[in-house]
């Protein structure tokens, strides 16, 4: 008990720096992954190719191995001296838009085929039919599985921790290493994860209650 | 047809991520291999009329082996190699508090403890005693007991050896020094009156690679593992040698169990007197070119 009251601001900075890594990391996979799932359904043969080599390699890769590139290959080859910030987002933000990429390719194969022809039919382009027909479709239908992405993200931004970010789990490890009672640490830092993901979870139930229609 | 066709799209995948893993591999650059030559590996006498009034003990001696705790990732202070073979500075006080109590080296069975779960494993009795970068310090006495201090560390930093801008702490400002997540000599360094900016990774191989790639100046953590990384290649790296905290070692064991501490305690002693601890600091971190401080002896009983 007496942890969380002598460490309040170590707390509070940890819990931020996993807020601001989640949210950064998820607005970059969730533009990411359209994008990318975009270039899975397009015509164009190359870009398809691109989309499927990037979900690919990216969701096959432990996420702890993209950290390592991020971190010792990236600042040595590109960008010397990129804060730990950018690169940790970059990392979570790659890995996990290759999973927003496919929740949203399987959202838009729930819309019937009819309608992208229907569409073109009116002399819609591609873009256009993406943009107006098919993805306010498949929002509804990618709504969960996004919601579990995006928790899976919130803990997945522990491993940032380790790499010079200020973050939950890093404070676990500073309060762990003074010799600090373990069992109340884990329980505060188990809670603030908790906060984030419920926060999360409530988000997209109210946009799923939302977006419902009867089909 | 189409199968092969899917075949070849995935071998060309998998060597594209070998490819990809291989830079960020833990091998390191090409060039830089540890030269540090051998480590210094002794056997001590084993006193078979150890007799000691600790329920620990007891178990250990009906079972005929003793479980230390260690690390396994600290070059030339506890280190396991590839074939599973423990050496290190470490390694060599457990052995010889082992032989004291009585037990061989093959009764030895060697047990690697992270830091963050170490007074679990010594208080739940996983271990029988611990002897790794051990510091005493009275939050960590609340839930166990030390014997020692053994050895008294220090924060310092390591360097690259052509590096003769950094002297010490107070020549840090504006350098970039790496340390792992959480460990208490990052906290000092951030301090506003050295003014360095930090890197936080999750091990310290990882810190020396970054410096041995010129990514940071310094690494900084208690003098003993600076060493060991600095024996592991003295033709690269050097400490600083101007420890600014105090970091006594002790051996961890489980709380109240004086008789095993005294019986510790008096196995330090001797094997410090009759030089074995001289001969393993000189054959593992005196390789890194640091000279030999006798320990005090006799050694306080915290």
């Not at chain 1, 009672?181 to 188990?190: E, K, N, S, T, V």
């Not at chain 2, 996983?126 to 007991?145: H, P």
Request: proline share 5%; charged share 20%.
């Amino acid at each position: 008990m007496n942890v969380l009251l002598d460490f309040l601001p170590e707390f509070r900075k940890g819990f931020l720096g996993t807020v601001s890594l989640t949210a950064a990391s998820s607005a970059l996979a969730i533009l990411l992954g359209l994008l990318i799932a975009g270039f899975r359904v397009s015509p164009v043969p190359p870009l398809r190719a691109f989309g499927t080599a990037w979900v690919t390699l990216l969701r096959n890769t432990p996420l702890t191995l993209l950290f390592l590139v991020a971190f010792f290959v990236v600042p040595q080859v590109l960008f010397p001296g990129t804060s730990p910030f950018v690169l940790a987002t970059l990392a979570l933000g790659f890995y996990t838009s290759s999973f927003v990429c496919e929740a949203v390719r399987s959202g838009i194969n729930t819309v019937p085929l009819g309608q992208a022809e229907a569409a073109r039919s009116i002399g819609m382009t591609f873009t256009q039919t993406l943009r107006l027909i098919i993805l306010p479709q498949a929002t509804r239908t990618v709504l969960p599985p996004l919601s579990s992405i995006l928790i899976a993200l919130t803990k997945n931004s522990a491993i940032a921790g380790a790499f010079s970010n200020t973050e939950l789990f890093s404070v676990s490890k500073l309060l762990n290493d003074q010799g600090r009672p373990i069992g109340w640490i884990f329980l505060w830092i188990a809670l603030a994860y908790l906060i984030i993901t419920f926060a999360i979870s409530g988000l997209f139930r109210l946009l799923e209650r939302r977006l419902e229609v009867a089909r | 047809m189409r199968i092969r066709k899917t075949a070849a799209a995935g071998a060309v995948v998998l060597a594209l991520a070998a490819t990809a893993t291989a830079c960020g591999g833990e091998s390191g650059t090409a060039g830089d291999k540890a030269s540090g030559g051998d480590v210094y590996s002794g056997t001590y006498p084993v006193n078979d009329k150890a007799n000691v009034n600790s329920p620990a003990w007891k178990e250990a001696k009906k079972a005929g082996k003793i479980t230390i705790g260690a690390k396994a990732d600290q070059p030339y202070l506890g280190f396991q190699d590839t074939t599973g073979k423990r050496t290190g500075f470490d390694i060599e006080i457990a052995k010889m508090i082992a032989a004291d109590l009585g037990f061989s080296e093959k009764q030895i069975e060697f047990k690697t403890v992270d830091s963050n779960v170490r007074e679990t494993a010594i208080s739940k009795g996983q271990v029988d005693y611990y002897v790794g970068t051990y510091t005493i310090n009275d939050e960590r006495k609340k839930q166990i007991d030390f014997a020692g201090p053994y050895y008294t560390a220090g924060a310092d930093l390591l360097v690259r050896r052509d590096d003769k801008s950094i002297t010490g702490p107070d020549t840090v400002k504006g350098k970039k020094v790496c340390s792992i997540v959480g460990s208490t000599p990052l906290q000092e360094i951030k301090k506003p009156k050295y003014g360095a900016t930090t890197t936080e990774l999750a091990k310290y191989s990882l810190c020396v690679k970054q410096l041995l790639d010129g990514q940071v100046d310094a690494v900084t953590t208690d003098d003993a593992i600076l060493k060991g990384y600095a024996a592991e290649r003295p033709k690269k790296l050097r400490v600083v040698g101007k420890p600014f905290t105090k970091e006594p070692y002790g051996v961890g064991l489980q709380k109240g169990d004086k008789a095993l501490r005294d019986a510790i305690t008096d196995a330090l002693e001797k094997h410090i007197k009759n030089g074995d601890y001289k001969k393993a600091y000189e054959g593992t971190l005196g390789k890194s070119g640091t000279s030999f401080v006798a320990p005090q002896t006799p050694l306080p009983r915290t």
